[in-house]
């Protein structure tokens, strides 16, 4: 399939352009996939290749690649007022107004928001928001940042140090202060004879040991994504949130909800924290916050925080922190209207319409291919954990990539998925419709017999 003419799309990409979380080796061979641009739940390559996208892009794209108007939305916006700061007690209107829209949306009754450009970014504002608490409440000890293995909290030196990935080890992280609890994926991580409630009753006592071996006083704040998303699709074990919330409040430790996947419909509400019924101190949002048209982050705290936040901010008379781009008047004004397509425009329901089809089709593959492990997911993202025995939960070998190979078959069928681990995941775009989803499964039928057949 790979071009290998130096004047390629493929080798002009290789030339002077870094890939992120790219296996180099497959890209070696198999090139990589230029983009002309998209249409519905649809991109396109330079060689006039479609694929169907059942990742959204990064989680993102949920309106899909060319939804008239946010792109209406984005033009006018930038014919408006192309860009602007919110540094120096300035802001844009679009700005001001999207903070009310969040608040509104947010599970909070009252509360604040702050700008960012991602994700990573904003995790990294939120925990130097809970490290400015410690310094000002007379608790400068209070600085360690817990979070589960697995997690996935973004890149920035931070934001990677919550993320509990091996993988960072080559940065010589996590930092210092950074916590890891177990995993709370009960397949995986389950016991020989545990239910599912004693696994979760085993993580909030790993909770419990840990900050009281740690000090309570030493703890800044416990970070969890409802869902875990790049961690493979790990939705929590049955009454973990019940479960650990609790010994946060009884310690004073906020919980922050890291929302960049799960906001704005993904797992069936509006927030995965009313999935899974559990009120955090703050939430983390951005990916779907601008359906993937604009990068933007924002830290969205709950009153508590708020008025601790302001009263710290006060007494040094500013909160010395800020992007260049935050709170951008084009990017504010393309939030408000993913946010109206979204939860107005029937975003919302067209995804819950469609996880019936998409949970019975997962399951389905699942029937058809004995190397299908475990189905999991809520909502619109899901995963299919490749196994080399069901009943024993043996993983393939690493050396045979089998989720690379998949995701790669898929490729060649014209689907995009993504291997985690040695899992596929499938977060399609809420626009999708049942046609697209019938095409999915099929393309990925067809790759997951090839490859099993191939290693078996
Ligand atoms: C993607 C992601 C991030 C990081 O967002 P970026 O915009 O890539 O920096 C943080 N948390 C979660 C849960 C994510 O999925």
């Not at 999207?98 to 909070?108: A, N, R």
């Not at 504002?125 to 909290?153: C, F, Q």
């Amino acid at each position: 399939m790979k071009d290998h003419s130096p004047n390629s799309w493929e080798a002009r990409a290789d030339r002077h352009s870094f890939y992120g979380f790219t296996d180099l080796p497959t890209i070696a061979d198999r090139g990589a996939v230029v983009l002309t641009g998209g249409t519905g739940p649809y991109i396109h390559d330079v060689h006039g290749r479609q694929y169907l996208d059942a990742n959204s892009g990064l989680w993102n794209m949920v309106a899909g690649f060319d939804h008239p108007g946010l792109t209406e939305a984005a033009q006018n916006a930038y014919a408006k007022f192309p860009g602007y700061h919110a540094f120096f007690g300035r802001m844009a209107e679009e700005t001001v107004a999207l903070s009310e829209k969040l608040i509104e949306v947010s599970p909070f009754a009252d509360g604040k928001v702050f700008y960012t450009n991602s994700g990573s970014e904003a995790n990294d504002t939120m925990v130097k928001m809970l490290w400015l608490l410690g310094g000002a409440e007379g608790k400068p000890e209070r600085r360690k940042i817990i979070t589960r293995k697995n997690a996935y909290h973004g890149v920035t030196a931070v934001s990677a140090s919550m993320t509990g990935k091996p993988y960072n080890s080559v940065f010589g992280l996590p930092l210092p202060e950074f916590l890891h609890l177990t995993c709370p994926h009960y397949w995986r991580e389950g016991q020989e004879g545990e239910t599912e409630a004693e696994f979760t009753q085993r993580l909030a006592k790993e909770l419990e040991d840990l900050i009281a071996r740690e000090g309570a006083d030493t703890i800044a704040g416990f970070f969890a994504e409802p869902v875990m998303g790049a961690g493979g699709v790990i939705p929590p074990s049955e009454g973990y949130f019940q479960a650990i919330q609790p010994i946060l409040k009884a310690h004073g430790i906020p919980l922050i909800s890291d929302e960049v996947i799960c906001g704005f419909g993904r797992t069936g509400e509006v927030w995965g924290c009313e999935t899974y019924d559990f009120m955090p101190d703050a939430i983390i949002s951005s990916k779907c916050l601008t359906a993937g048209f604009f990068p933007m982050g924002a830290v969205i705290l709950g009153p508590e925080l708020t008025a601790r936040l302001q009263a710290a901010s006060e007494a040094i008379e500013e909160f010395p922190h800020g992007f260049t781009a935050s709170g951008h008047p084009v990017g504010s004004a393309i939030a408000l209207k993913a946010i109206d397509v979204i939860l107005n425009e029937g975003l919302l329901e067209q995804s819950r319409a469609l996880t019936p089809s998409f949970e019975a089709g997962m399951a389905e593959i699942m029937a058809r291919h004995d190397n299908i492990g475990e189905v999991r997911g809520k909502g619109l993202m899901g995963a299919l954990e490749a196994v080399r025995d069901r009943a024993t939960k043996t993983p393939f070998e690493g050396h045979l990539s089998v989720s690379e190979r998949i995701a790669n078959a898929c490729t060649d069928q014209g689907l995009i998925c993504r291997p985690l681990g040695q899992a596929i995941v499938l977060c399609p775009p809420f626009i999708m419709t049942d046609a697209h989803m019938a095409e999915m499964f099929e393309k990925l039928d067809a790759a997951l017999t090839g490859v099993f057949l191939d290693v078996a």
